[in-house]
């Protein structure tokens, strides 16, 4: 059945003429015969934001790792051909001790200053002066959470991709900031008309950025557009009794 | 014939350049303890060596080298380094060795003796070290990025676990040879002390690997000179100076 829907919305989009980038038919992924993902179905427009949600533990991660072919899979995976695709991870062991500058940080993507002075004015860090002088030379741990999130994204865009896979873009963020980052990215996306596809646990983020969303714990348990499938039945399936998202809640979870 | 305090002077110098160097890179790892006990590993090594009648050097890097298989097996399987397991392991491995060493070659291997050191082991030196600094120049930015994040590393097609092998090799090869300098006891505080007194006062990388090398040779040059001209035991000299430089860092610290 999701097999023909998704094969229906192809066709749609085709007429349509929006070009599908990602499509993923039958996904999944088991680790030493432990069953983590199973039986996913998307795909993925030129322009889209994609959100994945789902419960800790529920896999989220490890489809990012699969879309990236980090990790064996079952299923077909198929990204068009010649994209570029950059992947920003939730785990960054980025303390006070670490012994790395910003500066430092992105001369491992990119060589040339003048693309990372301007990759770091995209994320909003405007003054040149003050990029030379003060954010290239930090140390990476000596920022707030916030600004180590600008210079991810930063890095993420240095080489100008095509996909961006943000793995929980706020995490370490205080509810304030969240804004401001998912404002960015949403600035960045419609300036250079890449794909985003992200991961998040805050279902209002959800509802204001995402075009489409996939909720998952171990299998699919919704995927469209996120007013239409985020609805009290399918996130009680998705977080087991405690179903205290709602649309209108500022519920936050961490 | 070469003088033989200056062809002390050359090893110590190199072994301290190179014990810094990789150490600084110890320590982004979080590999402190275990870049500080390493070095007890080779004990039993250098006892069997001695009881066959063959180089000690070649069965303290075999000791050494089955040690950081056992590392990176831990590594593989965790994400951080048991250092439970490693200071009991290494530890049992220094009560071992004490144990087997025959009497006569004790002292010498528990303290080192550069006095003792000829012209072979001068070119074995510096072939050594001139392998370590081309291999490190080649993956540090792939190190660096495997510390700051392993997903990340890997998205960008760095077998992270095949430059963990090559660094912790380098580790095996600079501790191996750094046993004629200060011994089974203290080689792991050269690789560690001078690296530690860099990180006080650096912001960035770069300054910080380099200057864990300059303190590493700093620390064998005063310490050997010292040791030379109050007619006393180099090793531990060598050591100590490593501690003077690491306590003058901290009044700089930043």
């Given amino acids: ?9 192809q066709i749609f989009n085709l007429m349509a003429n929006q070009e599908t980038i990602l499509t993923v038919e039958n996904l999944g992924v088991k680790f030493d015969n432990n069953e983590i993902l199973r039986g996913l179905n998307f795909f993925v427009q030129k322009g889209d934001v994609l959100a ?4 800790n533990g529920a896999g989220k991660s490890v489809l990012f790792r699969a879309l990236l072919g980090l990790v064996p899979y079952s299923g077909s995976i198929r990204w068009s051909p010649k994209l570029k ?3 920003v991870p939730q785990k960054f062991n980025i303390d006070k001790d670490l012994p790395l500058s910003v500066g430092e940080f992105l001369g491992f993507k990119e060589k040339n200053t003048g693309k990372i002075i301007n990759a770091l004015k995209s994320v909003g860090i405007t003054d040149e002066h003050h990029i030379q002088h003060h954010i290239l030379k930090e140390r990476m741990g000596w920022l707030s959470g916030g600004q180590i999130q600008r210079i991810l994204i930063a890095w993420s865009i240095l080489d100008n991709p095509d996909v961006l896979l943000f793995d929980e873009p706020t995490a370490g963020i205080d509810v304030g900031g969240e804004e401001t980052i998912y404002n960015l990215l949403k600035k960045l996306k419609d300036e250079r008309g890449f794909t985003v596809i992200l991961i998040s646990h805050d279902l209002n983020i959800v509802y204001k950025y995402a ?4 909720c998952i714990n171990k299998e699919m348990v919704c995927y469209g557009e996120p007013s239409a499938v985020l609805d009290p039945a399918s996130l009680a399936k998705l977080y087991g009794g405690e179903a205290s998202f709602y649309k209108h809640e500022h519920t936050h979870h961490d | 014939m070469i003088n033989p305090l200056f062809l002390q002077l050359v090893v110590g110098i190199l072994i301290g350049v190179g014990a810094g160097y990789l150490g600084s890179f110890m320590i982004l790892k979080r590999m402190s303890l275990v870049g500080d006990v390493i070095s007890h590993v080779a004990l039993p090594g250098i006892a069997i060596a001695i009881i066959f009648g063959i180089n000690p050097f070649f069965g303290a890097f075999t000791a050494l080298f089955l040690a950081i298989v056992g590392i990176w097996f831990l590594e593989r399987r965790t994400e951080l380094p048991s250092e439970t ?3 009991i392991f290494f530890a049992l491995s220094l009560a071992l060795g004490i144990l087997i060493t025959p009497e006569p070659e004790l002292l ?28 490190m120049f080649r993956i540090y930015r792939e ?7 392993k997903q990340l590393a890997q998205s960008m097609g760095i077998n992270v ?12 090869i600079i501790v191996a040879l750094g046993l004629k300098v200060t011994g089974v006891f203290l080689m792991g505080a050269l690789v560690i002390v001078p690296a530690a007194a860099a990180k006080n006062i650096s912001i960035g990388l770069s300054r910080f690997t380099k200057l864990a090398a300059l303190f590493g040779g700093i620390s064998a040059l005063g310490g050997i000179l010292f040791a030379n001209y109050f007619n006393l035991h180099p090793g531990p000299i060598v050591v100590l100076a490593s501690g003077v430089v690491f306590i003058l860092t901290l009044l700089f610290r930043k």
Avoid: C, H, R
Wanted: charged share 10%.
């Fill in chain 1, 1 to 9: 059945m999701v097999q023909v829907i998704i094969y229906l919305d």
């Fill in chain 2, 108 to 135: 010498e291997a528990l303290f080192g003796d550069i006095t003792k050191i000829g012209s072979v082991d001068a070119l074995i030196t510096i072939t050594a070290i001139i392998l370590i600094f081309f291999t």
């Fill in chain 2, 85 to 87: 397991l490693v200071g």
């Fill in chain 1, 85 to 87: 695709v950059s992947y």
């Fill in chain 2, 161 to 172: 676990s095949k430059i963990n092998f090559i660094f912790l090799f380098m580790v095996a």
């Fill in chain 1, 211 to 214: 075009n489409n969303v996939i």
């Fill in chain 1, 52 to 55: 994945i949600v789902g419960p």
């Fill in chain 2, 143 to 149: 190190l660096t990025l495997s510390v700051v994040s």
